[in-house]
């Protein structure tokens, strides 16, 4: 497409994009796989690894760097939307009363992975000292890949439980409840990082934090309040005025655009807006405000999964590379798995409820290819590092729902499990399990 101009050529590289992620789509859900998995893959077979290897270098013709960065700024538009949806849907009611149990849980399922990716770090810099980027160093590496290799995708967690049948299920209760703390530890984490890495100094670090921390009291005592007022009117039966969604729309991007000023990045602000939309706007209120930039988001984000496949190289990861895979992917599964059913069964859960509390809590997806993006951007980790932890994430999460299945086939019937261990069962609320990586009905 070198030939045609670059606008032209944006748009046939959508097309081309949502077409190979569609006929992806049988082959990953005859292998019961998540979105992301068939997306991901989708940006691998169109890079270097597969199509590049084609005589004439077919990748390098179909997206030139002149189209990549039109593309990139497309794919930004998906991701904003996208964080948007994953911070409306986190609803944290159903911790009220039970948070002690489910904080143990999630400080279990991040403290072992982080401890050994931290303890993992001075070996892989011995071994090979060009690993960093260009802007890291072992102080900044360290928590990076302890974030990175820690932390948990909600929304394939969500669509796990579900499709596992596990949604009313304690273990399913507990692991949703897990995977949102997880992800506002994991965000709160990457903010300071990202901002270490620019090289603030110490005065400018509590500046950028105490500026957050006006910015999330605005959202929480004015944008909040005001979004319940705009948005929680009643309107007459049949009204279709666009007004709602382009008030929250534009909500979105200028959130987005206040915490790039601050500092930190726009996905941030998607974020953060998502967790100050009202849940107590119904479901008419809901449906007509925020599915229209649900749908945009996931139609527009197979874009950046796709820029995030086309840097990866296969061919250049040689045996050094798929050792350290094979590392990261043993302290990321095994280290949650271990922090998560260890602590579960000191809160006496059952074995096999533990082993599957800790299985589920392995899911990557969304939030971690963006993590990753934005650290190689900030120049924390090289291409290769880069490559490694993005199939490390696509690893996790493809062998959680194996297991899942297998241990939820050959489960008994659960046993009673005490009112303070599971959140949302005594009072007889249930969490919104409403997250998915998949466009909503």
Avoid at 57 to 68: H, M, Q, S
């Amino acid at each position: 497409m070198k030939d045609s101009p670059p606008e032209a050529a944006v748009l046939a590289d959508i097309a081309l994009v949502l077409l190979v992620g569609a006929a992806l789509g049988p082959l990953r859900r005859r292998l019961r796989q998540p979105v992301v998995v068939a997306e991901i893959a989708a940006g691998v077979a169109l890079g270097p690894s597969v199509l590049g290897l084609l005589p004439g270098d077919p990748t390098e013709a179909l997206f030139p760097p002149e189209v990549r960065s039109r593309l990139a700024a497309v794919a930004q538009v998906g991701i904003v939307l996208l964080l948007f949806s994953a911070g409306r849907e986190l609803d944290f009611r159903a911790l009220r009363g039970r948070g002690r149990a489910v904080l143990a849980l999630t400080a279990g399922s991040l403290a072992v992975p982080f401890a050994l990716a931290v303890a993992l770090t001075p070996a892989l810099l011995a071994a090979r000292p060009g690993t960093a980027g260009s802007t890291s160093s072992p102080l900044l590496l360290a928590p990076f890949l302890g974030v990175v290799l820690s932390v948990g995708a909600l929304s394939v967690l969500v669509r796990i439980v579900r499709e596992n049948r596990l949604t009313s299920s304690p273990v399913g209760v507990m692991a949703t409840a897990c995977g949102a703390l997880t992800e506002v530890a994991a965000w709160c984490a990457m903010v300071a990082l990202l901002t270490a890495a620019r090289g603030l100094s110490t005065r400018h670090l509590f500046l950028t934090l105490a500026l957050l921390a006006a910015y999330a009291l605005v959202m929480a005592f004015v944008v909040r309040p005001a979004l319940r007022a705009c948005l929680g009117r009643r309107r007459p039966p049949g009204d279709r005025s666009a007004v709602p969604v382009l008030v929250v729309g534009s909500g979105v991007f200028l959130s987005s655009w206040c915490t790039s000023l601050i500092g930190v990045h726009a996905v941030i602000g998607a974020f953060a807006f998502g967790l100050a939309m009202p849940r107590d706007l119904g479901p008419g209120a809901s449906r007509a405000t925020e599915d229209p930039l649900h749908h945009t988001g996931t139609l527009l984000t197979p874009v950046f999964f796709a820029l995030a496949g086309l840097t990866v190289d296969l061919t250049g990861l040689g045996w050094h590379g798929v050792l350290a895979v094979a590392v990261f992917l043993t302290v990321a599964w095994g280290g949650k798995f271990a922090g998560a059913a260890l602590t579960a069964r000191l809160l006496r859960l059952p074995r096999r409820d533990a082993a599957t509390l800790g299985a589920l809590v392995n899911t990557k997806g969304l939030s971690e290819i963006v993590m990753l993006s934005l650290g190689r951007d900030a120049g924390l980790v090289d291409d290769r590092l880069f490559t490694a932890l993005l199939l490390t994430a696509l690893l996790s999460t493809v062998l959680v729902n194996p297991v899942v299945r297998r241990l939820a086939a050959e489960a008994p019937p659960p046993p009673a499990v005490p009112d303070a261990l599971v959140p949302g069962q005594a009072d007889g609320h249930r969490p919104a399990l409403r997250m998915t990586d998949e466009p909503r009905a």
